[in-house]
């Protein structure tokens, strides 16, 4: 039986909003394909392993951010992970932190920089239902479908030349819209380099996304997308159309 371990990331910091609910998510669909998987919690005082399978990062205000990348830039786990190619899923927060710079209790912060992104305050908040298309960073082979989740921050994300986005925005703000960096100004949500998806939507995104879920189970588990055995869960369908149809 294939394993998978779930690397829960700072959920004592970076769990405001729900996200914790992404593990849960990469847990069962795993789980219902026959997969030994497990959720691994890494709190604040824990040394950041580099052998988990997937890792995920969620939500925070400025404090949670200030002390999530005190953490990350003094355990190196993470950054030996991604450098291994290992799946890291992050969320609001958690791109910014992963970033090179962020704001943060009205200063510039340097992050980890897994992500060739800065992100510095929007002038209004973003808030609402956010709807993409991930048309962008040679992801679209495999995701297919929309990409819908609920925003609520005050990052202007910019783009360099290393980082490509996620998916191109139909509703919402997403990164922040026109900002001039790698997309041309194009209104854009998250960030996809190397093995690191981020996104600004919450949800849990993975919960309205099953497809980047199951995105993120394959390349776990070396296998293409298509390999995955089908889950025929209506009651998720039925809600994912009733939330891309509002």
């Given at each position: 039986m294939p394993k998978l371990t779930i690397g829960l990331v700072l959920p004592d910091v970076l769990g405001t909003y729900g996200d914790d609910g992404n593990a849960l998510v990469l847990r069962e669909r795993a789980r219902m394909r026959g997969v030994d998987a497990r959720i691994e919690r890494i709190l604040l005082d824990d040394d950041i392993p580099a052998t988990c399978d997937i890792y995920?990062?969620?939500?925070?205000?400025?404090?949670?951010?200030?002390?999530?990348?005190?953490?990350?830039?003094?355990?190196?786990?993470?950054?030996?992970?991604?450098?291994?190619?290992?799946?890291?899923?992050?969320?609001?927060?958690?791109?910014?932190?992963?970033?090179?710079?962020?704001?943060?209790?009205?200063g510039e912060v340097d992050g980890v920089g897994l992500l060739d992104v800065t992100t510095k305050p929007l002038s209004t908040r973003a808030t609402g239902e956010i709807a993409t298309i991930p048309t962008r960073a040679g992801i679209?082979?495999?995701?297919?479908?929309?990409?819908?989740?609920?925003?609520?921050?005050?990052?202007?994300?910019?783009?360099?030349?290393?980082?490509?986005?996620?998916?191109?925005?139909?509703?919402?703000?997403?990164?922040?819209?026109?900002?001039?960096d790698s997309t041309g100004g194009a209104k854009v949500d998250g960030v996809v380099q190397g093995s690191v998806i981020a996104t600004y939507m919450h949800g849990p995104a993975l919960a309205r996304n099953p497809q980047l879920a199951d995105l993120l189970i394959a390349r776990a588990l070396d296998v293409p997308l298509a390999d995955l055995a089908p889950l025929d869960l209506e009651d998720v369908s039925q809600l994912r159309r009733e939330r891309l149809a509002k």
């Amino acid at each position: 039986m294939p394993k998978l371990t779930i690397g829960l990331v700072l959920p004592d910091v970076l769990g405001t909003y729900g996200d914790d609910g992404n593990a849960l998510v990469l847990r069962e669909r795993a789980r219902m394909r026959g997969v030994d998987a497990r959720i691994e919690r890494i709190l604040l005082d824990d040394d950041i392993p580099a052998t988990c399978d997937i890792y995920t990062l969620g939500g925070g205000e400025d404090a949670a951010q200030l002390l999530a990348a005190a953490r990350l830039n003094a355990s190196p786990g993470l950054k030996a992970a991604a450098a291994d190619g290992r799946p890291i899923f992050a969320v609001c927060a958690g791109l910014q932190v992963l970033g090179r710079t962020f704001h943060a209790r009205g200063g510039e912060v340097d992050g980890v920089g897994l992500l060739d992104v800065t992100t510095k305050p929007l002038s209004t908040r973003a808030t609402g239902e956010i709807a993409t298309i991930p048309t962008r960073a040679g992801i679209t082979a495999e995701l297919t479908e929309p990409l819908t989740g609920f925003e609520n921050h005050m990052g202007a994300t910019v783009l360099g030349p290393e980082a490509a986005a996620l998916g191109d925005v139909t509703r919402g703000v997403g990164n922040g819209a026109g900002v001039a960096d790698s997309t041309g100004g194009a209104k854009v949500d998250g960030v996809v380099q190397g093995s690191v998806i981020a996104t600004y939507m919450h949800g849990p995104a993975l919960a309205r996304n099953p497809q980047l879920a199951d995105l993120l189970i394959a390349r776990a588990l070396d296998v293409p997308l298509a390999d995955l055995a089908p889950l025929d869960l209506e009651d998720v369908s039925q809600l994912r159309r009733e939330r891309l149809a509002k």
